[in-house]
């Protein structure tokens, strides 16, 4: 069974750093483009960030763009997400989901075959 199993999530304040790990398990996770969406309360699921195969290529939205940086370790099978400078914005549930393209990784992500479950950030004083 493919799953993802995200970790990292928290309480913080703002300006601070939280670092989430998406572990995969029951697959390969080399062979699949990673990407993280969050979602808060009352708000659609966005995008936050993508890495293709190999990380040859990175995406980002404007609004975290210069603060969080998405990486891969696929010999731990694990995707991560530093999260620097944080805001009460960045606030919500943040998700890992792989597809077969760093292209299926926009919008809500509803083009992405395999989910983990989420972790949930609060960004607050």
């Known amino acids: 069974q493919l799953r993802f199993v995200e970790s990292g999530g928290g309480l913080v304040q703002p300006g601070g750093s939280l670092r989430l790990s998406c572990a995969a398990s029951g697959f390969s996770s080399e062979n699949y483009a990673i990407g993280w969406f969050r979602q808060a309360p009352g708000k659609e699921r966005e995008r936050v960030s993508c890495i293709s195969r190999e990380a040859l290529k990175t995406k980002y939205a404007d609004s975290v763009k210069g603060r969080f940086t998405i990486s891969r370790d696929d010999a731990k099978n694990t995707a991560y997400l530093q999260m620097n400078s944080l805001k009460p914005e960045d606030t919500g549930n943040y998700s890992c989901?792989?597809?077969?393209?760093?292209?299926?990784?926009?919008?809500?992500?509803?083009?992405?075959?395999?989910w983990g479950q989420g972790t949930q950030v609060t960004v607050s004083s």
């Open positions: 989901a792989a597809g077969p393209s760093i292209l299926y990784c926009s919008g809500d992500g509803g083009s992405m075959p395999f």
